[in-house]
């Protein structure tokens, strides 16, 4: 299993899910860049962990080189059945190594890097790099419908060796708490341009003076944020505690759960905040429209509208009944088609066919 990076994010709690439930059936070695989360979390569990120091995010080639030389002979020295990989970077290396190795790959894409609203530049180059990649013979699992279409549409990777396999999130024993009053606002996701956490900043000045935002996560622009935040004099309505391992009484806290991101896959945070019965207002990017109907469990608005974020947002806030009905929705869509075991059944499938097994 080769990921770049380990700290908490999306993709490694992905990959977490498939640890926790897959490894009495299979034997992992996970590979990452650096120790943090994730390997830590897999090294408690009893996975064989490998840091890989040159396997980092930022594009380097000869750096980039030199990591593949090593998954090269890490491959050589493990001998696996099967080699996972996991977003784009490692998802390139990963697969140039395993077939020059001649060993079965898959490539699970937590949203494809030529998504629309992703810089121009990155679109033009993941596309030109995942249409090469993608005939190598890997079977490639996108987590949601967008980025399964987006990849039929790009012809990316042959039909016969694509699969929709639908992120999933954990039932948790707490809930949100849908009927303080004020209610609380929570977004989650790494600090980042992509999140863009900046706009529910901005938008916090066109609510109710009593209303909390609480922004959890860390990342390059965390710091940058709490300035911004101090600027507004927003310190006690903006909370930013940065990365949290344990998020569960974030949860407990909130009552609608807010993302702004420029562009996703279909984001675990979501799901998660479906999962303990909140409402979810979110861009209407990628594959959030699969799990946020608009008016049933949420409101989806524009990308980068600030004002239709507002807007949405003070209906709800003005609302406890409306909060509630969406609340219970969202749990309801979660356990319908959001649920782990759903996702690791349909996991191993993809297992069987790589290996060449019929399970």
């Not at 050589?76 to 079965?104: E, M, N, W």
């Not at 806290?253 to 999962?275: T, W, Y």
Request: glycine share 8%; net charge positive; charged share 20%.
């Amino acid at each position: 299993m080769v990921i770049t990076k380990a700290d908490i994010g999306g993709a490694q709690k992905h990959v977490l899910q498939m640890f926790q439930n897959m490894r009495r059936s299979y034997r992992f070695l996970l590979v990452s860049g650096a120790p943090d989360f994730l390997t830590n979390a897999a090294a408690e569990l009893g996975i064989e962990v490998c840091i890989a120091p040159r396997l980092r995010r930022a594009i380097r080639p000869l750096t980039d080189l030199r990591a593949c030389f090593q998954l090269v002979e890490l491959m050589r020295k493990h001998q696996p059945d099967l080699v996972h990989a996991h977003s784009f970077k490692a998802g390139v290396l990963a697969r140039l190594a395993a077939t020059y190795c001649r060993i079965p790959t898959v490539f699970t894409a937590h949203g494809w890097s030529f998504t629309p609203g992703a810089p121009l530049f990155q679109r033009i180059f993941g596309l030109a790099v995942e249409s090469v990649l993608c005939r190598t013979g890997c079977l490639v699992v996108t987590i949601s419908r967008h980025d399964y279409m987006l990849a039929r549409r790009w012809h990316v990777g042959p039909g016969k060796r694509r699969y929709l396999v639908l992120n999933a999130a954990d039932q948790p024993a707490s809930s949100g708490n849908l009927a303080r009053n004020p209610v609380r606002l929570l977004t989650i996701g790494r600090a980042t341009a992509v999140k863009n956490q900046q706009l529910l900043i901005d938008t916090m000045q066109a609510l109710p003076k009593e209303i909390v935002l609480t922004i959890v996560g860390g990342g390059p622009l965390l710091e940058k944020l709490r300035a911004n935040v101090k600027a507004r004099h927003l310190e006690s309505r903006v909370l930013l505690p940065g990365e949290v391992e344990d998020i569960a009484p974030y949860f407990e806290q909130s009552g609608i759960f807010v993302l702004c991101s420029n562009f996703e896959g279909l984001p675990l945070s979501i799901l998660e905040a479906m999962a303990v019965g909140l409402p979810v207002i979110s861009t209407d990017v990628g594959g959030v429209n699969e799990a946020v109907e608009e008016g049933q469990n949420g409101f989806l608005v524009p990308r980068g509208d600030s004002v239709a974020l507002a807007d949405r947002l003070v209906a709800l806030i003005n609302n406890p009944a409306r909060r509630e009905a969406m609340g219970i929705a969202s749990k309801s869509l979660h356990s319908q088609r959001f649920t782990v075991n759903r996702f690791i059944d349909e996991m191993q499938q993809v297992y069987h066919k790589a290996l060449g097994s019929d399970g």
